[in-house]
Nanobody
Framework: QVQLVESGGGLVQPGGSLRLSCAFS????????IGWFRQGPGNEREGVSC????????YYADSVKGRFTISRDNAKNTVYLQMNSLKPEDTAVYYC???????????????????????WGQGTQVTVSS
């Protein structure tokens, strides 16, 4: 059974940085494409970033390109989301997620569609405010 646990959220001023972590437990972490999603107040769940299982393909939503960086450490079964130059509109609960299907290719359509993801963490709150 796959389990995901996010950490690293908090309150930060505009322009600040946070690093989120997604700890994966289960089996064969390096077979799974991992996505980060977020859901702000009154908004739909939005795909933020995605990283493939082995070949390093990466997706970023246009709203975070140049500010967020996704990475993974297969030895630690962990995916990270480094968030820089944070804006108030980045305020949301951030979730990491994966599919029960392994080795999924990273595409814009896949990484922006939460319905393709079967396993979800509990979420971590990020608040950007002065």
């Amino acid at each position: 059974q796959v389990q995901l646990v996010e950490s690293g959220g908090g309150l930060v001023q505009p322009g600040g940085s946070l690093r989120l972590s997604c700890a994966f437990s289960g089996y064969a972490f390096d077979y799974f494409t991992i996505g980060w999603f977020r859901q702000g107040p009154g908004n739909e769940r939005e795909g933020v970033s995605c990283i493939s299982s082995r070949d390093g393909d990466i997706y970023y939503a246009d709203s975070v390109k140049g500010r967020f960086t996704i990475s993974r450490d297969n030895a630690k079964n962990t995916v990270y989301l480094q968030m820089n130059s944070l804006k108030p509109e980045d305020t949301a609960v951030y979730y990491c997620a994966t599919s029960h299907i392994t080795r999924v290719r990273v595409t814009n359509h896949y990484c922006s569609s939460y319905e393709f993801f079967n396993y979800w963490g509990q979420g971590t709150q990020v608040t950007v405010s002065s």
